[in-house]
Every structure is written in structure tokens, then in C-alpha cells.
């Protein structure tokens, strides 16, 4: 947001604040992806650029400079409805299309991703989406804007329920993880998972994450 990187909590984005993260003491989120890859090789980073989602100015030029200073990390990018939508992005890039801002899947634009964006009164727009699982594509987040930056645990109920609409798809679980328990046991049921507030308040280590990357952890 505005070219910080920022604290999300709850989807209340008013209230954002600039990171503070035991990994680094910027927000310029070149610095934090920086400090990220330093503490584990991660192959995926997420980026919502919140200017954009909100209507206002995007931040793409910053991202543009992300995915050529990182070739080896895959970012999914939510964006917005943004005018690039049918640009085809850097190799490197794959566009998340939100429910908040969006009611239908289009029949243009580059978007692979789909996110269910869920408050805590439930689902955030996209309406004709929800209707029509068999056109989701093959990867979707649940995104629970609820949990987010909560560290309250995930929505199990909610993730189970909307993940029995589409079984077959593979889920990304997002919101409210708090540690290496919760990781384990999303990754158990089949979900992978986006985290970011765990890793920046250091509740997840370097060894949990090495160790859960590595595939290595022992179920209970």
C-alpha cells in the first residue's frame, strides 16, 4: 500500500499500519522479499496490491520490478480489476482474481487464480462465481479476510465447506495461522497454504519451516 509493505489485520484496511517483522526493520517490500528468501527458499510469494484492489493508483511498476529481481519465485499477484488485466504479465507472474471486486470470471483478462474472499458475514461479492464451481479454475484461495493477521487460527468450517464444492481443485488456505500446528495440520488435510503474519511475529522458525518445506515433519 502505497509503496510500504503493510500489517493486514482482519481486512480493516484503514487501520493498516506499516510491517513490523522480527525478519526485517523495512517495509520497502523489496527489503522484505529480500529478508523472506533469506530466511527460506520459498517458491511462491503472494502480493495484494491494496492501491489497486481500492481503485486508486497500482503499484505494477514495483511489482514489474519484484518478479525480474527474483526469476527463481513465482508470484501470485491480486491486482484488482486493473486496465492490465488482459497484459500479459513477466514469466514469473500469475494474476489472482478476487471475488471482493469481482462478481463473474471473465472472458478476457489473464487471471489463473481464483480467491474467495470471505468476511465474517461471508462470502465478499462474487455471487455468480459461488454459483458456478465448475467453471473455477484448478487453483483457489480461501481467503478468509476475517482471520487475517488475527492469529485466531484458521476458519476450519469454512475452509472444509468450500472446499466440498470443487474437492478436486487444489485449495490455498489463508488466515489466521498462528504456528507450525496449524501449517501441519492444513497440509495434512490437503490444503497449502499462504501465511505471512506467523512468519513476521516469528512464531514459525526457520528450523519448522525448513522442515515443513522439506516434507519431513511426523503427523500426530
Known amino acids: 500500500m502505497q509503496g510500504q509493505t503493510v500489517q493486514a489485520v482482519r481486512g480493516e484496511r484503514a487501520t493498516y499500519q506499516p510491517l513490523r517483522s522480527v525478519l526485517t526493520h523495512e517495509t520497502r517490500p523489496g527489503s522484505v522479499v529480500d529478508a523472506l528468501l533469506e530466511f527460506a527458499p520459498f517458491p511462491v510469494l503472494y502480493i495484494a496490491d491494496l492501491d489497486a484492489i481500492m481503485g486508486n493508483s497500482s503499484q505494477s511498476g514495483l511489482i514489474l520490478e519484484l518478479c525480474a529481481e527474483h526469476p527463481e519465485v513465482e508470484f501470485w499477484v491480486d491486482a484488482g480489476p486493473s486496465n ?7 514469466e514469473n507472474s500469475r494474476r489472482v482474481l478476487g471475488t471482493e471486486y469481482a462478481d463473474t470470471w471473465p472472458q478476457e483478462g489473464i487471471f489463473s487464480i481464483l480467491s474467495l474472499d470471505f468476511s465474517q458475514d461471508g462470502l465478499m461479492g462474487g455471487q ?4 458456478q464451481p465448475a467453471q473455477w479454475p484448478e487453483s483457489i484461495i480461501a481467503m478468509c479476510l476475517h482471520r487475517v493477521g488475527s492469529m485466531n487460527g484458521p476458519d476450519w468450517e469454512l475452509l472444509y465447506q468450500t472446499r466440498a464444492r470443487q474437492p478436486e481443485r ?3 488456505a489463508a488466515g489466521g495461522i498462528r504456528g507450525v500446528e496449524d501449517l501441519k495440520a492444513l497440509l495434512d488435510d490437503g490444503f497449502d497454504v499462504l501465511t505471512a503474519s ?3 511475529g516469528g512464531t514459525l522458525t526457520r528450523e519448522d519451516v525448513s522442515i515443513l518445506m522439506a516434507g519431513t515433519y ?3
Open 84 to 90: 492490465d488485466a488482459n497484459t500479459e504479465g513477466p
Open 128 to 131: 455468480q462465481i459461488w454459483d
Open 170 to 172: 487444489n485449495w490455498i
Open 198 to 200: 506467523a512468519l513476521h
Open 218 to 220: 511426523t503427523s500426530p
